[in-house]
């Protein structure tokens, strides 16, 4: 099916575990983004990438690790899960069709760490 | 670097007219505008690019004043399905070969539309 997917959906960890959220997108866009969104802060930019192997922090990269080594790949994985990283993940990516990056996002991913 | 919104919430009833606006400290080379449903993904509304060009929804409006940094998203005669968070994306101008382009949100402004 074309479009961006996210995987899981919901997932509950414990403190100290190492999750990994999966993001795939079937245009070949070259932009690919991570958000987390949480109450009273709107959508925050975790990390982002421009392009197979290029990535780049974004506003709130601490806690988070991620690679593209395919260019329709885009894991973020947290290496040790806090509770501070419960949060709902999404995922986005784009063409920048005619000089502006306009964004499709995933259906997002609800993590919970107890 | 978070754009600012205001108002943060409002209430109207089918109809009515709202405005949300969005501003930022930097120069932007474009703003976007997104809508958020409860429980769902944000989905594009409309861009405003730096020079004036813009694309976008049938119904609703925006403006873009580049020498204030502002945006402002226009909904006229709200209906129900108007009802959701909006969200403002701004694009920062790096200076040439400083890095890839990011968008970054404000924090949002819930719109309630009722009967």
């Known amino acids: 099916d074309a479009g961006i997917t996210q995987s899981p959906r919901y997932k509950i960890t414990e403190t100290g575990r190492q999750v990994t959220l999966m993001c795939h997108q079937t245009w070949s866009h070259s932009y690919m983004f991570w958000y987390r969104q949480d109450l009273g802060h709107g959508l925050r930019l975790i990390y982002y990438?421009?392009?197979?192997?290029?990535?780049d922090k974004g506003e709130v990269p601490d806690g988070y690790v991620v690679s593209r080594s395919k260019t329709e790949n885009f894991p973020l994985t947290l290496e040790s899960a806090t509770r501070s990283q419960t949060s709902v993940y999404f995922c986005?990516?784009?063409?920048?069709?005619?000089?502006?990056?306009?964004?499709?996002f995933g259906a997002g991913s609800r993590l919970t760490v107890l | 670097q978070q754009p600012v919104q205001s108002p943060q919430a409002v209430i109207l009833r089918e109809g009515e007219d709202a405005v949300i606006n969005c501003s930022s400290s930097k120069a932007l080379y474009s703003v976007h505008w997104y809508r958020q449903k409860h429980g769902e993904a944000p989905v594009f509304l409309m861009i405003l690019l730096k020079g004036g060009e813009q694309k976008g929804h049938e119904k609703i409006s925006a403006s873009f004043n580049e020498k204030k940094q502002q945006s402002s998203l226009y909904l006229t005669a709200s209906q129900l399905s108007y009802s959701g968070t909006y969200f403002c994306?701004?694009?920062?101008?790096?200076?040439?070969?400083?890095?890839?382009?990011?968008?970054?949100f404000g924090k949002g402004t819930k719109l309630s539309v009722i009967p």
């Open positions: 994306g701004t694009e920062i101008i790096y200076p040439p070969g400083a890095g890839s382009y990011q968008l970054t």
């Open positions: 986005a990516s784009s063409g920048r069709d005619s000089g502006a990056n306009v964004l499709t």
């Open positions: 990438s421009a392009a197979a192997d290029i990535t």
